[in-house]
């Protein structure tokens, strides 16, 4: 006879390793296209050849591969996890930590830090080789890694000190409102992650982002003219315009805005603008009118307020996930299913054990939704933008950024909508093309 603990503990493993498999099964289904589809779609012909197809399909193949070898080293790990008991052993030994420190088990919120840095460690370690081989294989035998072995190592430690330093008093402060906050805690600890929310957002583009990377304002030129022109077409509160020094760590390139209330910066990559490297003799990033196409598209999100309507949503989310906290928290069987004694239920343990893991299929189903979302809200970007006549710049830019970035365009139906945050650029494309065509008729 099953108890009531192994029970949960062989749910939780069940559907765990459910969804490992159904993710394996689209990514093999993914494979297989970059196996077996070797020409260019019609609608890239012009501006793609043989050899840039060849090189995004052998890095599709390698970061499948990776993927597979990455989710499965992932999966053993949360087994192991789960059915050695290791997250009462990681609360055991912070206690034993605390006690060495003249700290008593009763004084959670002190232990519970421990605990979160104790796991922080242990997860940046684990984690350490898969990220040491997506840099310095994986993306450097495609090209696109510029990291020395210093900077890698300093731009880690930097994550997690300020990991550490963000997360540790957000937990402190939830945990005492939880033990404080009496019947109506939920509303109260959902109010303070809202606030904590927004202040980091507004915070991350002037005290977090410059951490880790340079930005340097975009010289009064041409493209200079172009951005303020069309930021003042539409009353984009513009307050700057940076350069990032993107090169310094990849070749991948990107731009956005950032700034929720009032004034607003956009930033580009330094990979994004054009350049030409004369010892290979190719040409990279965008000219000036497809910049002013892909910040079109940029501007669409904030004309279309998807930035509010996502964080409305996320917010929506996280009452209903600390509902289903406050519902189950005190059910004892949840902590003894994972090692703890009884009568033991530190409350950081309920929140882990229930948000991420009894609340799995929740968060799967959700994420599943979101990024379709996120597809229908980057087609109305990108119709924002052929509004906006920049229809043409917008497909070459969307061209040329799949070629710098080696995104090989097929992608099998189902792996794209389940993985897919964007429309693909066949997608895209076909939807810009029909905009075009339309235009034309009327």
């Known amino acids: 006879m099953v108890s009531g ?4 503990v062989w749910l939780i493993l069940i559907f765990s390793w459910a969804e490992y498999l159904w993710e394996l099964y689209l990514t ?6 970059y196996h077996t589809n070797k020409t260019i779609p019609d609608e ?13 399909r052998l890095y599709g193949i390698d970061k499948s591969k990776f993927k597979i070898a990455k989710e499965l080293y992932n999966i053993i790990l949360i087994s192991v996890i789960l059915y050695k008991r290791w997250i009462y052993v990681a609360w055991y030994k912070s206690e034993m930590i605390a006690e060495s420190l003249n700290i008593t088990p009763d004084q959670e919120i002190i232990v519970t ?9 242990f997860n940046f370690v684990m984690n350490m080789p898969i990220k040491i081989y997506a840099t310095f294989v994986l993306e450097e035998n ?8 210093l900077f890698f190592i300093k731009d880690q430690l930097k994550s997690l000190l300020l990991g550490l330093v963000i997360t540790l008093p957000i937990i402190s402060i939830a945990l005492y409102i939880i033990m404080l906050g009496g019947n109506m805690f939920v509303v109260w600890l959902w109010m303070f992650t809202t606030l904590t929310t927004l202040l980091l957002l507004a915070l991350y583009p002037t005290v977090i982002a410059p951490l880790f990377d340079k930005f340097v304002p975009l010289p009064d030129n041409a493209l200079r003219k172009g951005i303020e022109d069309l930021a003042s077409k539409l009353n984009f509160p513009l307050s700057q315009i940076y350069i990032v020094k993107g090169s310094k760590r990849s070749a991948h390139s990107n731009a956005y805005f950032s700034g929720l209330l009032g004034a607003k910066r956009i930033v580009l990559f330094d990979t994004l603008l054009e350049s030409h490297d004369k010892t290979k003799n190719v040409t990279t990033g965008c000219t000036d009118d497809e910049i002013l196409g892909i910040l079109a598209h940029e501007l669409g999100h904030w004309s279309c307020s998807h930035i509010y309507k996502s964080i409305a949503l996320t917010e929506v989310n996280l009452l209903l996930l600390f509902t289903a906290f406050g519902i189950l928290f005190k059910y004892s069987t949840l902590y003894t299913a994972i090692g703890f004694p009884t009568e ?13 893991l009894i609340l799995a299929p929740y968060n799967s189903l959700l994420s599943y939704f979101a990024t379709a979302l996120s597809r229908k809200f980057e087609f109305e970007a990108d119709n924002f933008a052929i509004n906006l006549k920049y229809a043409n710049e917008l497909r070459s830019a969307l061209i040329k950024l799949g070629k710098d970035n080696l995104d090989y365009p097929i992608y099998d139906k189902l792996y ?10 066949l997608h895209r494309i076909e939807n810009i093309n029909n905009k075009i065509s339309n235009e034309k008729k009327d």
């Open 5 to 8: 603990e192994d029970l949960i």
């Open 28 to 33: 093999l289904r993914q494979l297989k296209i």
């Open 44 to 56: 890239l012909k012009e501006m793609l050849n043989e050899e840039s197809i060849k090189k995004a």
């Open 113 to 121: 830090c421990i605990f979160m840095t104790f796991v922080t460690l």
């Open 142 to 149: 495609h090209g696109f890694n510029k990291q020395t072995a």
């Open 344 to 356: 033991q239920e530190p409350i950081i343990i309920g929140l882990l054990v229930i948000l991420q």
């Open 416 to 425: 794209s909508a389940w993985y897919h945050s964007h429309p693909t650029l």
